[in-house]
């Protein structure tokens, strides 16, 4: 399995940062990197709480952000893997590489050498969400979202976004390890995985692959800096001036 791409040292990851009117971290994670940008920034999906290419409202709301990480893809290289609350997201971007969801996992080599697979995490679920996830992916049906929503005057996006707001993002999973044990065989077979989605912030040893879960931002305002130190390769920095 040859990689799709070299990962570099120094390359920041973030994941699960739920932008919303009460968490807005997120913008301000992007001003930091704009100050000094990294040789590559990964997105790991769920920025946001909800923005979808095809649905005019998100975009609207959200059109600082889009502008602000396309001006990052001009000074490095940028690669935005979509989760279940971002998606369609291609045509917002001229200079940002948008892995969906049918390309995740995405193979790439860390600096060490390793083997590694990126994906946000919600790509192996049970046979009812995998007909949910590719049913509010079909064109079609995000148009005949986008026109109700747009004469509604944003309620169905509205809705979305407040029922998501009250869901409790930073609690534990029990048995997590459990869990990503049973899942591993749909992956294929690597050193390492690196996901987000669970927003566990833990790593552990499964059958020989080391299994990363990254941290929401959401949750801790921290982020990761790929490193070629043999003790972690993802090194968890925070984002000052920001309190969890």
């Not at 502008?67 to 045509?91: A, Q, R």
């Not at 790439?108 to 390793?114: A, E, N, T, V």
């Not at 509205?158 to 707001?165: E, L, T, V």
């Not at 930073?170 to 989605?197: N, S």
């Amino acid at each position: 399995m040859s990689p799709n791409l070299i990962i570099q040292e120094g390359a920041l990851f973030i994941a699960d940062a739920h932008d919303s009117a009460e968490r807005s971290f997120f913008f301000d994670f992007l001003l930091h990197v704009k100050q000094d940008p990294p040789p590559q920034l990964f997105l790991m999906g769920d920025m946001f709480d909800l923005l979808v290419g095809s649905v005019d409202y998100g975009v609207k709301q959200y059109q600082r952000y889009i502008d602000l990480i396309d001006e990052l893809g001009k000074c490095c290289e940028v690669y935005y893997f979509e989760g279940n609350h971002d998606f369609d997201l291609s045509k917002l971007f001229h200079y940002v590489k948008v892995i969906p969801i049918a390309e995740q996992p995405f193979t790439c080599k860390l600096p060490s050498g390793k083997s590694c697979l990126l994906l946000h995490g919600d790509k192996y679920g049970g046979f009812i969400h995998r007909c949910y996830t590719k049913m509010i992916r079909n064109r079609g049906v995000l148009s005949v979202l986008n026109v109700l929503d747009g004469l509604l005057q944003g309620f169905i996006s509205q809705k979305i976004q407040n029922n998501q707001r009250k869901k409790m993002l930073c609690k534990p999973i029990g048995h997590f390890a459990t869990l990503i044990q049973r899942k591993l065989h749909f992956y294929p077979k690597v050193d390492v995985i690196a996901e987000g989605h669970y927003h566990q912030n833990t790593d552990f040893m499964v059958v020989g692959t080391h299994y990363i879960n990254f941290s929401s931002f959401a949750c801790n305002q921290s982020y990761f800096s790929v490193q070629s130190s043999p003790e972690t390769e993802f090194a968890q920095k925070q984002l000052r001036g920001c309190n969890g």
